[in-house]
């Protein structure tokens, strides 16, 4: 799933000198800025900018950090997608099944290969969906499921799976929200036919640009996946099928593979951030977010529940605090999937989750003294 978080955020309200930042991605850079200075030189030295050394080197760093064979690296979080249902043949006639509550690439990914998305409503409190919600809707047309690790925390797999494999039907995850998430102890990059992935500057890990990758442990879906980002093409100027032009650049790369050893540490920093939370805001009327049994989550933001949520938002950014709204439609609901006739109150969960849901600022950059801020703000809020 790929979502167009604001990578700089200003409240509507601006009461505190300094507001709060919701996540901070020139904090990255200042960090690590020795190191991305000298990864950038050493491609703008070398003169080679496309399916280079440096998109060879992270595709396997990248694989091994995610327990997958391989990773291909492509231009964007949709064309992660979108590359792996076209490797897996799905297309006009076929239904894909998705998540009710997720950003609109799930489901757009699915319609630029002509396929048809079918909604299923999440669990509660997790947000994701389960296999038990997944068999009612398989139908003779059902190729494929699209689970979506959402928010960081990752879907339980295995009963997806399982459930997958006795119905003839592919899995394809999407993991654009959940780099260094794990399920049951294990990486996630390998847990389906293939995993989609986001490397959008807001995210865990992100790049100085749009960027993506799809992993998988499947050597025929990989090798098809690599001829299909670069025009169908296999040798030179000798094109197999009509592919396209998705490749992740050597500059991105570069980038991504300073940032990939320091994905760890930063995400135990948002753990951390996380926990504060919890401990701080329990017992308030919010809805705060639960870890399912067996998850590790990555923590990509902050999601707590309000029925009033915006008077709660006007409260916050009133207080320097700024929020986001991930996300204000449901994709049943946006004039693009119109056509899909599924009515409001068709998809009740995903329609109470998308009026209340609201993310607080959340990353490895924000200090101790504005999540004290946050706090405070959210509890003068609740009273």
């Known amino acids: ?94 239904e894909v099944i998705v998540p009710s509550n997720t ?45 979506v690790h959402l928010y960081g925390q990752s879907v339980d797999m295995d009963p997806i799976l399982e459930l997958a494999r006795s119905r003839g039907l592919r899995v394809l995850a999407d993991a654009a929200q959940a780099h260094g998430a794990r399920d049951a102890g294990r990486p996630i990059g390998a847990l389906g036919d293939a995993v989609a992935w986001s490397f959008y500057p807001s995210k865990n890990l992100g790049a100085f640009g749009d960027a993506g990758a799809v992993t998988t442990a499947d050597d025929d879906l990989a090798d098809r996946i690599r001829s299909l980002r670069n025009y169908g093409s296999r040798r030179k100027y000798h094109n197999d099928e009509r592919g396209t032009n998705s490749r992740l650049d050597e500059l991105q790369a570069a980038v991504l593979r300073v940032k990939l050893p320091h994905l760890d540490a930063w995400n135990a920093r948002r753990e951390h951030i996380a926990a504060t939370y ?40 009133g207080s320097g605090v700024p929020t986001v709204i991930h996300y204000p439609v449901p994709p049943h609901l946006q004039p693009a999937y119109r056509d899909l006739g599924v009515p409001a109150g068709a998809l009740p969960v995903a329609e109470a989750i998308h009026r209340e849901v609201v993310s607080l600022p959340m990353g490895p950059h924000l200090d101790g003294s504005d999540v004290d801020r946050v706090v405070t703000a959210v509890r003068a809020f609740a009273g």
């Open 1 to 94: 799933m790929v979502e167009r978080s604001p990578v700089r955020t200003e409240p509507a309200v601006a009461a505190a000198a300094t507001p709060v930042p919701w996540l901070d991605v020139g904090a990255a850079y200042r960090e690590l800025a020795d190191e991305l200075t000298a990864a950038s030189r050493r491609v703008l030295e070398s003169g080679w900018f496309i399916l280079g050394p440096e998109v060879e080197a992270f595709e396997a760093e990248y694989a091994a950090a995610v327990g997958a064979r391989h990773c291909v690296g492509v231009g964007t979080g949709l064309d992660a997608l979108i590359l792996a249902l076209r490797a897996m043949d799905i297309g006009p006639g076929d």
């Open 103 to 147: 950003y609109i690439a799930t489901w757009l990914a699915v319609s630029a290969v002509g396929a048809t998305p079918v909604p299923v409503e999440p669990d509660l409190p997790s947000y994701l969906i389960e296999a038990r919600h997944v068999a009612p809707a398989i139908t003779s047309r059902t190729r494929a499921v699209l689970p």
């Open 278 to 317: 919890g401990r701080e805001l329990a017992g308030t009327a919010f809805t705060l977010p639960v870890v399912r049994d067996g998850a590790t989550h990555a923590w990509h933001v902050y999601v707590v529940r309000s029925p009033v949520r915006d008077e709660f938002v006007a409260h916050l950014e």
